[in-house]
């Protein structure tokens, strides 16, 4: 069997969204030739999952360092230990808080986790004498991940493939200060990189543009059958609407959902002692305060941070699934990672804000759910969501299950040998290697459309 370095910073037992890729494809590759030995930081607590090789290195914390040499708490937040108000309105950040995130950048420099970057560097240099790997894998955030990696095919002399769970530096952001500098570091590290793989087809047409020598590639993160295999758990009593996830400070902005609830209880259209929101993650100031704005303190509960279990397990007795987009150019590529946990858990998924394109000809496609764009759509949506909750003690689910489970990190996993076996024989993968994949390479700037297949390959 092969072997493949994968260099990841969030890994199980991690307790983050990122560690669900690496994982993935840890637990699945070896089904398709490969086996994972990953690198990944001594971090967090808990039993590594028992399916592959994991090297551990240091860990240093440039923020919290820093903060202790300042004598401040490493563990708090500056708004907190030097008294600075927080913006209570989703999305707007105060002048000072700008100013604390752009030197957090500053001095954080590529990524909040360079202080990875010293042991691993250290450890890759120690892989000479170690047993050999036929590939090297890194998979961001954080994009210092990519810098190991660059150098562990300078010494290793194999293959790499890199892949971008978010974009390095995304088209709306500006071309100067610390956006400029990371578009030159994103350009010169992947200037040796062998092939690119990303979340969606959208994404994979821009880092081809911006990439334009290197072969870029799309492959869904999907949900894992294992975990929901044989779990069935009751739906809540209550007309329940739940989010699971982070929020990142209101540019995941529920306002469209309170304003609509708002209305459709003071109309007397939803009973107010059936109707529970409710939020799992990180509490935000700005939640609070809009909760109180549109007085729903007794319907919208802040639960905090949760297991994944309990997070997983809040998603399969929910009536209705919220997701939330971000009104930015790059999220109409993207599809948000509690998605495939949502469909997963095979309840109705909603979907509020950001801009139509890959979420929603998902949705459409599987029948999971409706991305909405307006206050009527959404008020006919609950509404109509509600009257079933009503006659039936449960919102239908209408996903077709045939098409919902092409989305599965089997196919996942898949998809990344095709493209390993690619790279490691210097072929491109064939379309009978990738059933629903799709590679970009330019400045052909050319398609063939396989329509037999489905594919949408380059040819140079």
């Known amino acids: 069997m092969k072997k493949v370095l994968l260099v990841a910073f969030a890994y199980p037992p991690l307790p983050y969204i990122g560690s669900i890729r690496p994982g993935a494809l840890a637990k699945y590759l070896p089904k398709f030739g490969w086996e994972a030995v990953v690198l990944t930081p001594r971090y967090g607590e808990g039993k590594r999952p ?68 010293p042991s691993a560097m250290a450890e890759v240099q120690r892989l000479g004498t170690a047993p050999t790997v036929d590939a090297i894998l890194s998979t961001s955030p954080p994009v210092s991940t ?48 062998d092939a690119i793989v990303t979340v969606s087809e959208n994404w994979a047409q821009f ?32 007309f329940s609407i739940t989010y699971t996830g982070i929020l990142y400070q209101g540019k995941r902005d529920p306002t469209l959902l309170f304003e609509v609830l708002q209305e459709l209880l003071h109309e007397k259209l939803l009973a107010r002692d059936e109707v529970r929101v409710r939020f799992y993650g990180r509490c935000e100031p700005w939640l609070v305060a809009l909760v109180e704005r549109f007085q729903l303190q007794d319907v919208v509960e802040l639960r905090g941070s949760v297991s994944r279990e309990e997070s997983l397990a809040s998603q399969q007795e929910a009536q209705l699934l919220l997701l939330l987009g971000m009104n930015v150019a790059s999220d ?38 409706l ?76 398609r063939d459309v396989e329509e037999d297949i489905g594919i949408i390959s380059s040819r140079h």
Not at 84 to 91: E, S
Not at 167 to 188: C, F
Not at 214 to 230: C, I, M, Q, S
């Open 50 to 117: 028992p399916f592959a090789t994991v090297i551990e290195t240091d860990y240093a914390d440039v923020i919290a360092n820093l903060k202790a040499k300042l004598r401040l708490d490493p563990q708090r937040g500056l708004h907190q230990q030097l008294n600075l108000p927080q913006h209570n309105q989703p999305g707007r950040a105060l002048p000072h808080t700008k100013v604390i995130a752009w030197l957090k950048s500053l001095l954080s420099f590529p990524d909040e986790t360079r202080g990875w970057l």
């Open 146 to 193: 990519h810098l190991i990696a660059a150098a562990a095919k300078k010494k290793l002399g194999v293959p790499w493939v890199a892949d971008l769970r978010d974009l390095w530096v995304a088209p709306e952001t500006s071309h100067w200060g610390m956006d400029l500098l990371q578009r030159r570091l994103e350009r010169k590290t992947f200037s040796s990189a």
């Open 207 to 238: 880092l081809s543009q911006r990439h334009s020598s290197k072969t870029v590639y799309w492959a869904l993160t999907g949900f894992d059958p294992d975990e929901y295999a044989n779990q069935q758990r009751p739906l809540t009593s209550t």
């Open 332 to 369: 109409a590529g993207c599809y948000p990672g509690k998605l495939f946990e949502y469909l997963a858990a095979g309840r109705p998924i909603v979907a509020l804000g950001g801009l139509r394109g890959a979420l929603t000809n998902l949705l459409n496609d599987t029948k999971a759910g």
């Open 371 to 446: 991305h909405v764009f307006s206050k009527l759509e959404l008020r006919n949506y609950l509404l109509d969501s509600y009257r079933q909750f009503r006659r039936c003690g449960r919102v239908e689910y209408a996903g077709v299950p045939a098409r919902i489970a092409q989305y599965t990190q089997l196919a996942l996993a898949q998809r990344f040998a095709a493209v390993l076996d690619g790279v490691s024989t210097g072929r491109k993968p064939s379309p009978s290697a990738i059933s629903e994949e799709t590679a970009y390479s330019l400045p052909h700037n050319r």
